[in-house]
């Protein structure tokens, strides 16, 4: 099978020297029916040094406890790489 044009331009993020270099934070749940695991964590790969938290839950961003401290801290590091 060849590739589609679409597949092709989504290629060219899975080599390092081409992966997008902005501070991304992924969520996604274990048992998401709505977006799989697998394909958070490859979405989140087009992304150089991205950060995912996988929450026990499924297709929606927990709203308290450790999820929210970990997003606090990348959006304090994010914005502290910006200042610098």
Do not use: W
Not at 4 to 16: G, R, W
Not at 40 to 69: Q, T
């Amino acid at each position: 099978s060849h590739d589609t044009p679409e597949k092709e331009c989504f290629n060219q993020f899975m080599e390092e020297s081409n992966k997008i270099d902005i501070p991304t934070f992924h969520f996604y749940g274990a048992t998401d029916q709505v977006i799989v695991p697998e394909r958070s964590v490859a979405f989140a790969n087009f992304f150089k040094d991205p950060v995912l938290f996988e929450h026990p839950g499924g297709h929606f961003i927990p709203a308290n406890g450790e999820p929210m401290r970990q997003l606090r801290t990348f959006v304090r590091q994010a914005l502290g790489k910006l200042r610098a």
